[in-house]
Nanobody, 116 residues
C-alpha cells in the first residue's frame, strides 16, 4: 500500500492549507486514516484521524482549527488547516492503520511552515 501526501507549503500565521493523502487501496481496508506531525526537536505526534465509520478525533491543540475529511471514491483523506500558527510548523505525515494489531502504513512527509 502506498500513501501519497501533498499540499504542504509556506503560509503566514492565520492562513490556511489543505493536505491530501491518496491511498493506493480502498480506505475501507484500513481501521483508520489520519495525520501525524513532527515539529522540530519533538517526537512525532498524532494530529487527527478518521475511522472507517467516519468518526473523527483531534489533538486538543488543533480542535476548532483543523478538519479531517475523506473522499471514499478517491480513497483520499484531507486535512483542512485554518488559523495556522507558527507552532503548527512541522513535517506532516499521512498514516493508515490496519489489522487487529493496528499496524501502520506511512506516507512521505510534507513540510508545513507557518511564518509569524
Amino acid at each position: 500500500v502506498q500513501l501519497q501526501a501533498s499540499g504542504g507549503g509556506l503560509v503566514q500565521a492565520g492562513g490556511s492549507l489543505r493536505l491530501s493523502c491518496a491511498a493506493s487501496a480502498s480506505i475501507f481496508s484500513f481501521n483508520s486514516m489520519g495525520w501525524y506531525r513532527q515539529r522540530p526537536g519533538k517526537p512525532r505526534e498524532l494530529v487527527a484521524f478518521i475511522t472507517t465509520g467516519g468518526q473523527t478525533t483531534y489533538v486538543v491543540s488543533v480542535k476548532g482549527r483543523f478538519t479531517i475529511s475523506r473522499d471514499t471514491a478517491k480513497n483520499t483523506v484531507y486535512l483542512q488547516m485554518n488559523s495556522l500558527k507558527p507552532d503548527d510548523t512541522a513535517v506532516y505525515y499521512c498514516n493508515a492503520a490496519y489489522g487487529s494489531n493496528w499496524d501502520n502504513y506511512w506516507g512521505q512527509g510534507t513540510q508545513v511552515t507557518v511564518s509569524s
